[in-house]
Every structure is written in C-alpha cells, then in structure tokens.
C-alpha cells in the first residue's frame, strides 16, 4: 500500500511541473500538432479512415493523446470542437492561414494537458514497474530523475499560449 502512495505522489509531483507556465509554447510545432489532432478526430468521427493517417512518424502518440482529449471535450458538451476541426480541417497546415491558425490555437488548451497527465502517470508507472527490477530507492530516484528530465519536461508541458495576435 505504501507503494500506491509512492507512485501517486510522483505521479502529483512530475504533473506539477507540467502544469506550470500556462502562458508559454513548450515546443515550436505545437499549433501543428494540435492541427494533426484536429483532423485525426474529425477523420474518425467521419469514418473517413483513409484520412486518419495525417503523419508517420512517432509524433502520432501527440496527436492520438489531443484528439483523446478533442473527444472527451465533445462528450463534455463541447460541440463547438466540431466546427473548429472543421475550421482547422484543411489537409496542410499553413503558417499564413490565420483564420486556421486561429481555430488551432484556441483547441490547444484542450490538446495538451492529455500529455501532461498521460506523462505524470507514465512517471508512477514507471517507478511501479522499476522497483522490481533494482528495489524502491532505485527506482524512486529513477522516477524524479525522468519527472524533472528537460528533455521529457519539455515534450510534456502543457503550457497554454496567448492570444494569437495578427499580424501588422
């Protein structure tokens, strides 16, 4: 039991950070990420599969993770994601395309907080299944290490930007 509530606190403690700087982009291809997720979902609600496959590489986990979150925002009441991938449902995305951009920008609230939380549980996970392997202390201070890895910090943020502005 004292192991639940090891891997809980870690799971709070690697959110935390996580959820800090809400006013900042973690990475610079997170507009097109949530773009990716935006017509991943809309591909799936349409059951147009042939559509479904917007990128191969392992970026996928993002965009699975935001049209995740894009689905349980419209089980939630949030029919208004329905028109915003419509808006952002043009097959490229384009940076000088403001009206998508800015139906983008207002779903990555939505999109990145799923990898925020998918990332802190991954943490817990991780410290329950290392202590197995090379016992609690071990994989304790493996598990901080990775919750406060810059690299995985940065790739799991889920800051939130400002208002777009338009260009003058």
Request: charged fraction near 15%.
């Amino acid at each position: 039991m004292k192991t639940r509530w090891l891997a809980l606190l870690l799971i709070l403690v690697a959110l935390a950070p996580r959820l800090a700087g809400l006013n900042q982009f973690a990475t610079w291809d997170e507009l097109f990420w949530t773009h990716a997720s935006l017509r991943f979902w809309r591909a799936v609600q349409s059951e147009n599969w042939p559509r479904t496959y917007v990128i191969g590489q392992p970026g996928v986990v993002s965009m699975w993770l935001g049209s995740a979150a894009v689905s349980v925002k419209g089980w939630l009441g949030g029919d208004a994601v329905w028109e915003t991938s419509r808006a952002a449902g043009r097959p490229r995305y384009a940076a000088d395309d403001l009206p998508m951009l800015g139906a983008v920008a207002d779903e990555w609230p939505t999109v990145t907080p799923m990898t925020a939380l998918l990332t802190a549980l991954a943490v817990g996970g991780i410290f329950m299944l290392l202590r197995r392997l090379v016992g609690s202390r071990a994989a304790l201070v493996s598990a901080v290490l990775l919750a406060f890895d810059p690299f995985f910090l940065a790739h799991s943020s889920a800051s939130r930007p400002s208002t777009p502005s338009s260009p003058a």
